[in-house]
């Protein structure tokens, strides 16, 4: 029962904790229920330990488990990370610096507690020889009691048992080693068929609506893909610190009902860019189907992808990748290669400079934040944009108090504030083309609400924290001068309730691109005015 008891004392905490929010009981009767709860996860995990683990196998399995189980069970109790495949695919597609950020002393502390003297215990038992008669009955002896004490609680507690649990299949991912084992293999069982699917053209019949401004003044969109900032640290949403002073004094429409597609960058990018809506989405499918890119490539736009983040996750594989110059890396990045988002402006500024100067090609350009990013939130902004003071300066996040992380966070946030008001201004500058501006974070953030840190949550018990998202957009005056009655459907728009699943048909409206692969039911100009639609 050793190995058993391990697990349940390292999964218990978090696991017995969001168990008690969603019983209806109170007082004694709800602490026999936890207790209930925790005596059939030991008698659980002990049946299975009993069938598998045999006396050739019995240390290196166990060696095995315990690594796998003390580190998920770090995530899990010490962050508040549900493990499950999107975590695992978060994870494998996150990069190495980002991994680093999450190796802290706690982490350590926690990895020496609970792996590596679990480790030293198991080396040093002695497993005695036994005849394999007793040893047979020893484990039919041991798993007929886990049997019963698992029929028997179970039996009493039904009930309750199948109505949290249906409710909230999520759960599962708080248990270790289990969370990790199973949510690796189904990813992986996800994943293996992909290399095999052929890439799908999607939207050929998208077209560009020629207007004869466009001949002569082209369009110039930045899209800027933002990371991990939540909607509710933005001043213009409402929050009560000022962490938007330069947008705040532009002319910007800023969205303040805004979803996100998932609570990861892993799933959120490709699954806004893709065509789908939200409840509809296939990362397979989303994978080997061409996107909102590449239908502007077909239809003419010049498409560039400018990255200061993780990847693309496989949106801008079919069009131009802007390689940013050397001088601007050494700029702007420290000597692990870590760059503050500044590097974006200058960059946009010297795709553009670069331009022929009586260019006549419709240009959009994305430009992928690293925001946010947590746990080092410390590294997300410059000390000319850290207002709030003490904030927290390690990536051991729990160790800070809260309002030291809260001044962390919102200091990213107005980084991120001077960072797009500076694309603004860029744009401003530039005559020849209508220019126009779309902000959009990935998802969101927590940062210690409801004992939750970082983002990732399953959708469907994900905080707001994580889910709703900031959305501004802004244009040239060619622009709306062009477009006004469009400008003003954007603007009636601005407190209904939008999502990512917005971007992909209204984006290529405003692009004017006419395809039936618009959803007009997503596009938030057909919100305001089902006739008004690009004309062929």
Sequence with gaps: MLTPSFFEMKTRPRFLQQLKMLT???????????????????????????????????????????????????????????????????????????????????WIMWGVAFVVLPLIVLYLIQIKPEALSQIILKKTMSSTFSLMVIASLMFVYYVDYAAIFRENRDLKGMISPQNLIASSISYYRHLSPEAHLPFIAYGQDAHLVQHIDLKHHPKLMVLVIGETARAESFTLNGYQRPTNPELSKLDMINFNQVSSCGTATAVSVPCMFSGMP??????????????????????????????????CKKVCDHVNTFVIPQSLQDKWCDAEGECHDEILVDALNAYVQALPKNDTHNHLIVLHQMGSHGPAYYKRSTPQYQPFKPFCQTTTIQGCSRAELINSYDNSIVYTDH??????????????????????????????????????????????????????????????????????????QKSAPLSQDHLFPTLLSLLDIKSNVINPNLNIIHHCNPTKLPRT
């Excluded at 709800?30 to 995990?45: E, H, N, R």
């Excluded at 397979?284 to 996107?291: I, K, T, Y």
């Excluded at 003419?300 to 993780?310: A, E, F, K, M």
């Excluded at 609400?449 to 994580?466: D, F, M, V, W």
């Design 24 to 106: 209806p009981y109170q007082g004694l009767h709800s602490l026999l229920f936890i207790a209930a709860s925790a005596f059939v996860l030991t008698a659980l995990y002990n049946l299975i330990f009993q069938v598998i683990h045999w006396k050739f196998n019995a240390k290196w399995l166990a060696a095995i488990w315990i690594v796998l189980g003390g580190m998920s069970a770090y995530f899990v109790n010490s962050l508040g990370v549900t493990i499950s495949p999107d975590q695992i695919q978060n994870m494998l597609q996150t990069d190495t610096r980002e991994t680093f950020d999450l190796i802290t002393p706690t």
């Design 278 to 311: 939200r409840q509809d989405y296939d990362e397979r499918l989303a994978s080997h189907r061409e996107g909102l890119l590449d239908i502007a490539k077909r239809v003419g736009y010049q498409v560039t992808w400018i990255d200061n983040n993780s990847g």
């Design 419 to 492: 960072v797009l008001s500076s694309i603004i201004q860029e744009l401003k500058q530039i005559s020849h083309y209508q220019t126009g501006f779309w902000y959009l974070s990935d998802h969101g953030e927590s940062t210690g609400e409801h004992g939750l840190y970082l983002h990732g949550a399953p959708y469907r018990i994900s905080p707001t924290q994580q889910t709703h998202v900031p959305m501004l957009m802004w244009f040239s005056d060619a622009w709306k001068n062009h477009q006004a009655h469009e400008m003003m459907c954007l603007n009636a």
